[in-house]
């Protein structure tokens, strides 16, 4: 089983409009909704390739009992810390011009016993679980050290730890040693306090994150692909180019192919491989945390590995 964290559940809503223009009234073609929050992207992707998945983290009221309905209509299992704040909502503006315009609410703040009851919850799923992703943001009331410590929790049971998120929470997180994070060339340049310009120094700053004990650093390059630091060596995973309809969810789809790739012992080369393709059939759909079984066999057929070093 993968189990997924999200301590900042969301309602997503796509609003798709012809322009977006400051100061008038927008009216809205189309309003998708989807439950939201990184993890919950990463437990339907990781569902829809064939893995059993369970979502866990904070909701609250009435959109969190929506959140939760959802999901079991996606047949996604879920066990969440129920708390008295609202679950947030999301909104994505996409407009005629292929922009996107994000809308994010912070989260409503939870309590002290909220994020220890929290903390009891991962520790018994944890023994269950073949791999464990931590995504995204985390409410207020939430200590900054809470991914350390469920990455400690993890590690402690021999298991798979995929984490990826940013800010104090990822500087907290990596000094737990996750089996994996996720960067961006901007937190690798904060964790790291050199320039990230180009490149080789997203390598260079990946190797090095790589040599403080994580045994997976990922690097997403947007339509290029993905970087992967390793012991193995340094792999740069291709797609194939598309058209894309909606980036949204695509980095955490490729978390939920990576979690996917672990539990089955693929090679990181396979791995890899099956991450960019997951995330480029995610950018051919309008949902969050979505694709067409179709396209991903034919993207992962025509998606290309090379070993770099």
Same mark, same amino acid.
């Given at each position: 089983?993968?189990?997924?964290? =999200? ?55 009435? #959109? ?36 996107? =315009? ?144 909606? =980036? ?26 099956? #991450?960019?393709?997951?995330? #480029? ?29």
């Amino acid at each position: 089983m993968i189990t997924t964290v =999200t301590l900042n559940v969301a309602i997503d809503k796509a609003y798709v409009v012809d322009t977006l223009e400051k100061g008038h009234v927008m009216r809205v073609q189309k309003c998708t909704n989807t439950p939201g929050g990184k993890g919950l992207n990463v437990a339907k992707v990781a569902r829809l390739c064939g893995e059993e998945t369970l979502a866990t983290g904070f909701v609250g009221g009435h #959109a969190g009992a929506y959140v939760e309905d959802m999901l079991n209509e996606q047949h996604v299992k879920n066990e969440f810390i129920h708390t008295k704040g609202e679950t947030r909502s999301c909104i994505n503006i996409l407009a005629a011009d292929g922009s996107s =315009t994000e809308f994010l609410e912070p989260g409503a703040p939870v309590e002290e016993t909220d994020v220890e009851a929290f903390l009891d919850l991962f520790a018994k799923l944890v023994k269950d679980s073949q791999v464990i992703t931590i995504s995204g943001s985390a409410p207020q009331g939430v200590p900054s050290d809470i991914y350390a410590r469920m990455v400690t929790l993890a590690r402690k049971e021999n298991k798979p730890v995929l984490l990826d998120t940013s800010g104090v929470l990822l500087q907290e997180g990596i000094r737990a040693c996750p089996t994996l994070i996720k960067p961006n060339d901007d937190e690798i340049e904060a964790l790291l306090g050199v320039p990230v310009t180009n490149r080789e120094e997203i390598l260079d700053g990946a190797r090095k994150l790589h040599g403080q004990g994580i045994a997976y650093v990922v690097v997403s390059l947007g339509a290029e692909g993905a970087l992967v630091v390793c012991d193995e060596g340094v792999f740069h995973g291709r797609p194939p180019k598309i058209h894309t309809v909606n =980036t949204v969810g695509c980095g955490d789809s490729m978390l939920a192919a990576f979690a996917v790739g672990f539990a089955r012992g693929y090679a990181i080369e396979k791995t890899l491989r099956y #991450a960019v393709a997951v995330s #480029a059939a995610n950018a051919l759909t309008m949902a969050t945390g979505h694709f067409e079984k179709e396209d991903m066999e034919r993207l992962y057929q025509q998606a290309e590995v090379t070993k770099m070093g």
